[in-house]
Nanobody, 128 residues
Framework: VQLAESGGGSVEVGGSLTLSCAAS????????????LVWFRQVPGKEREHVAA???????MIPDSLKDRFKISRDNIKNTVSLEMNNLRIEDSAMYYC???????????????????WGQGTQVTVSS
């Protein structure tokens, strides 16, 4: 699966950003192969952190610490996944990565070890 993120940038505290990721690959010819799509983020010196995941049946998992501010959605026709981020905080600043996992259920695709393909990442910077 090839993944291309867009939508990163700079925003002030309290602002909003929506990241998008376009997915392409063999799965586009067979919906049974639709991968679990996941957003991670990473800051220098820290491990990559799961932000949100969604499987082909639109089951969603978002960490409790983020679920009040972040939303994930996917369009299986356009093969895109979006991450809507609201009320952004300085600590949300990070490189955000789109990722794909062959696991079908969202509960299995939240770890870095479950990921098969990564996008290049898009930077999000939140400032006061």
């Amino acid at each position: 699966v090839q993944l291309a993120e867009s939508g990163g940038g700079s925003v002030e505290v309290g602002g909003s950003l929506t990241l998008s990721c376009a997915a392409s690959g063999d799965f586009t010819s067979d919906p049974l192969l639709d991968p679990c799509l996941v957003w991670f983020r990473q800051v220098p010196g820290k491990e990559r952190e799961h932000v949100a995941a969604i499987d082909r049946d639109d089951n969603i998992m978002i960490p409790d610490s983020l679920k009040d501010r972040f939303k994930i959605s996917r369009d299986n026709i356009k093969n895109t996944v979006s991450l809507e981020m609201n009320n952004l905080r300085i600590e949300d600043s990070a490189m955000y990565y789109c990722a794909a996992s062959k696991f079908l259920w969202v509960g299995y695709c939240r770890s870095v070890a479950s990921i098969d393909d990564w996008g290049q990442g898009t930077q999000v910077t939140v400032s006061s």
